[in-house]
């Protein structure tokens, strides 16, 4: 098993920076892909960025490429998420998760732990 805790979110201005975080215990995360996801109101939930815990490879949608950054601390076996120039539109519930099954990083069916997500509200 593994727990994900999220923190970070909170409400802030169109152009301000927001740093998520997602603590991972239990079982190591060490040779999975760690993902984010979020979640508008309304919407389904879509793939933000995902992170390769052992290449170090990285993906992210394009929707937030150029303004968000994912990386990792395998000491901590945290992943961050540092959002630069948000938008209304990356107003959302955001959640990291852990990718255990086969499939794409950028699909949600891929992931098989999720934390309980942080919001993130952007206002203009």
């Known amino acids: 098993q593994v727990q994900l805790l999220e923190s970070g979110g909170g409400l802030v201005q169109a152009g301000d920076s927001l740093r998520l975080s997602c603590a991972a215990s239990?079982?190591?995360?060490?040779?999975?892909?760690m993902g984010w996801f979020r979640q508008a109101p309304g919407k389904e939930r879509e793939f933000v960025a995902a992170?390769?815990?052992?290449?170090?490879?990285?993906y992210y949608a394009d929707s937030v490429k150029g303004r968000f950054t994912i990386s990792r601390d395998n000491a901590k076996d945290t992943v961050y998420l540092q959002m630069h120039s948000l938008k209304p539109e990356d107003t959302a519930v955001y959640y990291c998760?852990?990718?255990?099954?086969?499939?794409?990083?950028?699909?949600?069916?891929?992931?098989?732990?999720w934390g309980q997500g942080t919001q993130v509200t952007v206002s203009s």
């Open positions: 992170i390769n815990w052992i290449s170090g490879s990285i």
């Open positions: 239990g079982r190591t995360v060490s040779s999975y892909f």
């Open positions: 998760a852990v990718k255990g099954r086969s499939g794409s990083y950028a699909q949600q069916e891929s992931y098989n732990y």
